[in-house]
């Protein structure tokens, strides 16, 4: 058997090079859109919390942002907690929660399906974190390629 001689690491050491950046720093010109969609459960993956920090920060860097929530994807707008809603019942349990609402107070817009909130995970509106616009199923597509003709930057978050 091979022996391991190398000393354990120890907390506080660095194993990367985090400092480095390769590419430059790009930022918005004025006007330009993003939109960052989803079509994935809340805490079935860490996608749907990667890329709400990802549009978190495409709105940081200028760009005029607008989520998606549509089929499973307006399970990240509900509001939840336990016992009551907004108590946090594990550490991250309100991350969603957390990210979404943050987006917002920066100025980014987020929109959540009306169909796929009823229809498909019985929910109404009340149940969407304040500040989210529910929205036709029609205007799902509609915003998507109003985002497209205005050659904005678009990440599509599909799990399912």
């Known amino acids: 058997m091979p022996k391991v001689t190398r000393p354990r690491n120890e907390?506080?050491?660095?194993?990367?090079?985090?400092?480095?950046?390769?590419?430059?720093?790009?930022?918005?010109?004025?006007?330009?859109?993003a939109l960052v969609t989803?079509?994935?459960?809340?805490?079935?993956?860490?996608?749907?919390?990667?890329?709400?920090?990802?549009?978190?920060?495409?709105?940081r860097k200028g760009y005029e942002t607008s989520v998606l929530l549509y089929g499973p994807g307006v399970t990240l707008g509900v509001q939840r907690g336990f016992p009551?809603?907004?108590?946090?019942?594990?550490?991250?349990?309100?991350?969603?929660?957390?990210?979404?609402?943050?987006?917002?107070?920066?100025?980014?817009?987020?929109?959540?399906?009306?169909?796929a909130l009823q229809a498909l995970y019985g929910h109404g509106e009340g149940a969407l974190i304040e500040g989210i616009t529910p929205i036709n199923p029609l205007d799902v597509l509609d915003l998507v390629?109003?985002?497209?003709?205005?050659?904005?930057?678009?990440?599509?978050t599909w799990t399912l």
Do not use: W
């Open 11 to 33: 907390k506080g050491e660095f194993l990367v090079d985090y400092e480095e950046k390769v590419f430059e720093d790009v930022k918005a010109e004025p006007g330009e859109k």
């Open 38 to 59: 989803f079509h994935t459960v809340a805490f079935e993956g860490s996608i749907g919390f990667v890329n709400l920090l990802q549009a978190t920060r495409l709105r």
């Open 84 to 115: 009551t809603l907004g108590d946090e019942a594990f550490p991250g349990h309100q991350n969603f929660n957390k990210q979404i609402s943050k987006f917002m107070e920066e100025g980014g817009k987020v929109y959540a399906c009306r169909f």
């Open 145 to 156: 390629l109003l985002h497209k003709k205005a050659g904005a930057v678009i990440l599509d």
